[in-house]
């Protein structure tokens, strides 16, 4: 197992007290096109107010989550 799913159940266990594991993980993978979202825009606004040599640096960041947004949409759709 990859140290990022044994991250992501170790999260997650925590709040079977409220809703069964089944759940939790539905819903982590419903709000994965809302986090890439997020990211996107959360980007977008940080690169705005940088200089110029720090824009570059963060040049790819931008289009990286909206591609993520995309990969985990359609994953949502296919399903």
């Given at each position: 197992?990859?140290?990022?799913?044994?991250?992501?159940?170790?999260?997650?266990?925590?709040?079977?007290?409220?809703?069964?594991?089944?759940?939790?993980?539905e819903a982590w993978t419903l709000t994965k096109p809302l986090c890439?979202?997020?990211?996107?825009?959360?980007?977008?606004?940080?690169?705005?107010?940088?200089?110029?040599?720090?824009?570059?640096?963060?040049?790819?960041?931008?289009?990286?989550?909206?591609r993520e947004l995309l990969k985990?949409?359609?994953?949502?759709?296919?399903?």
């Amino acid at each position: 197992m990859s140290a990022l799913k044994d991250l992501q159940e170790e999260y997650l266990a925590q709040w079977t007290a409220y809703e069964p594991m089944s759940c939790l993980l539905e819903a982590w993978t419903l709000t994965k096109p809302l986090c890439a979202l997020h990211h996107a825009v959360s980007y977008q606004h940080i690169v705005a107010c940088l200089e110029p040599r720090a824009k570059q640096e963060l040049s790819k960041a931008l289009p990286h989550f909206l591609r993520e947004l995309l990969k985990c949409t359609i994953e949502l759709v296919e399903k």
